[in-house]
């Protein structure tokens, strides 16, 4: 028997449970998340969740770690450059876009909602996000490009740990906000509110407007933003 680590191998029954996981948040949000339902999506029995998972909240852990490995690739294969700023707005782009793509399996990652609630789990060992593996392993592009910032000199000297966490609080303070249509007043919320967001961010600690406005504006020209 395997244990019920809740990793996910490709093609195996673990990772099928996860998919079917996913499919189910985007198709009909986390209400219909239940070990029947999950299950008889890939023509499995109930009990079939509980030998992988143990239980619907291990399955979900599952499931949030997935999209922060999502996350982790889709942050590796953005180029780094030589423009610490830009980069940080292109990962700000990446989550955004990540978000609306599927705004139910974001509201699980950041401890959003539940299964069936809007309020996050109260157990450590159910509610990981920030102590797993595959947050971290996404959020250290984020604290490494905070270290060339302060590296080039974009940055006054500080902790890239504590930049991090504060751009990391920021990005998604706004993605939240977005989702929920409280920016339905503008036209385009990124140029809008996003960008001009970013750039004070990084004038607040030590960048040059000037600058801070090309490497932002330099991220939108190239990216596709929807």
Known sequence: MEARSGG???GGVPERLVQATIGLLAEQGPAAIKA????SAIGLTTSTVYHHFGGIAELVAAVADHGFRELDRAFAELPVT??????????????RRGARENPHLYDLMFGLSTRSTYRPLAEPETRRSGRSAAFRGAHRHVTRACARLVGTGRADAQDPEVIAAQLWSFVHGYVMLELAEHFAEFADPVTEVLLPLGVNFAVALGDTRERAEASHRAVLQRAVVS
């Open 82 to 95: 030589d423009d610490p700023v830009a980069d940080l707005f292109a990962m700000a782009l990446t989550c």
């Open 36 to 39: 029947r339902s999950v299950a």
């Open 8 to 10: 996910a191998t490709a």
